[in-house]
């Protein structure tokens, strides 16, 4: 028997949006709802041309159904709600975003919550505030590090590349590095990551994920940070000998304390090898040493585009982390505070 389809509402329709909720359509397991919020007319008039290398090229596209709002969206019950806008608390944060769905009003059971967004601490106030609602049960938060290579070209154009991968995990607020699984998570891993396996995408399921966010925020805290401060995309750094020379060791030490916050965290050599810090130099020297390396972090896209940066998730959970736990992190504190000052220059000409 086929299995039944599922209704899975996606709120923002940028780049990683796009994709996602092609591969969630592909999957004939799900019917997309997607909420597209600055760039809803254009999508509804034009639909989204996406230019993909493993995918295809496909003009005019368009999910199931499209709105401009959450709030519009709720006409029926949703299995999945995944989430793939920046992640940016003070400015819009994940529960004000889904607030119409966290309202005691909302008629239907809560759905699971799918966050496809960078950085470290990103599901505590939406899991905050999903218990509020005590009497809809425990908070379904599944918690993903995404592996993409896809830009938004403009509101209706979005350029990808030959690959797609996510870690799903659930997320546990009382114990992060806990590893054991019930059976009902197990349950909820395997199903919202056969859809997205079905509809084509990398996935691997793991039963404790914040090692694995803590992992990929290594290179975005060191290399974003930087690309954003210098105004030059990495291979600035890599292409010129003198200036490798006196950059890489500085972005070694930088995440050499984000390495001893890991530590303090409690995430040991197993879930956290210090081999990481030369592995990831040495990774991200071989692309960016290439003449035809045209990568920008997407910090620094956000930046030249005069957008909010992600620099809480990114930047200031490791350093909050690490007051917490007394960790020194002199170099990491640097970035913050000069990030700190873009941001507020980027706000106030909003």
Request: charged share 25%; glycine share 8%.
């Amino acid at each position: 028997m086929a299995a039944a389809v599922k209704d899975v509402l996606l709120v923002g329709f940028g780049a990683v949006g796009s994709i996602y909720a092609l591969i969630l359509k592909r999957s004939g397991l799900a019917r997309v709802t997607v909420v597209a919020r600055s760039n809803y007319e254009s999508v509804k008039r034009d639909g989204m041309h996406i230019m993909s290398e493993k995918y295809g090229d496909i003009p005019s596209w368009q999910p199931d159904r499209l709105f401009p709002s959450v709030r519009d969206a709720l006409d029926r019950p949703y299995s999945y709600v995944v989430v793939a806008t920046k992640f940016l608390p003070g400015i819009s944060p994940n529960s004000a975003l889904l607030e119409p769905l966290l309202s005691a009003s909302y008629p239907h059971p809560q759905p699971g919550y799918v966050l496809l967004q960078n950085g470290l601490g990103i599901e505590t106030e939406l899991h905050d505030a999903a218990s509020k609602l005590s009497e809809k049960g425990h908070p379904k938060i599944l918690s993903c590090t995404v592996y993409i290579g896809a830009n938004l070209l403009s509101e209706t154009v979005v350029q990808h590349s030959d690959y797609d991968r996510l870690t799903i995990g659930l997320y546990k607020p009382e114990n992060q590095t806990e590893e054991s699984k019930v059976p009902e998570e197990i349950s909820l891993l395997e199903d919202i990551g056969g859809i997205f396996k079905a509809g084509g995408s990398d996935i691997t399921l793991v039963p404790e994920i914040q090692s694995h966010r803590f992992k990929k925020n290594f290179w975005n805290l060191a290399f974003a940070s930087f690309a954003t401060l210098s105004g030059y995309p990495v291979r600035a750094i890599f292409q010129e000998p003198a200036v490798e020379g006196q950059v890489v060791p500085v972005i070694r030490a930088v995440m050499r304390e984000k390495l001893a916050v890991g530590r303090a965290m409690g995430f040991d050599e197993t879930a956290l090898p210090s081999s990481i810090v030369e592995d990831i130099i040495a990774s991200t020297g071989n692309i960016h040493r290439r003449l035809d390396s045209k990568h920008k972090a997407s910090m620094l896209l956000d930046y030249e585009k005069g957008r909010p940066l992600e620099i809480e998730a990114i930047v200031g959970e490791v350093v909050r982390n690490a007051r917490k736990l007394n960790v020194d992190v002199p170099r990491i504190e640097t970035l913050y505070a000069l990030l700190l000052i873009i941001q507020g220059q980027l706000l106030k000409k909003r």
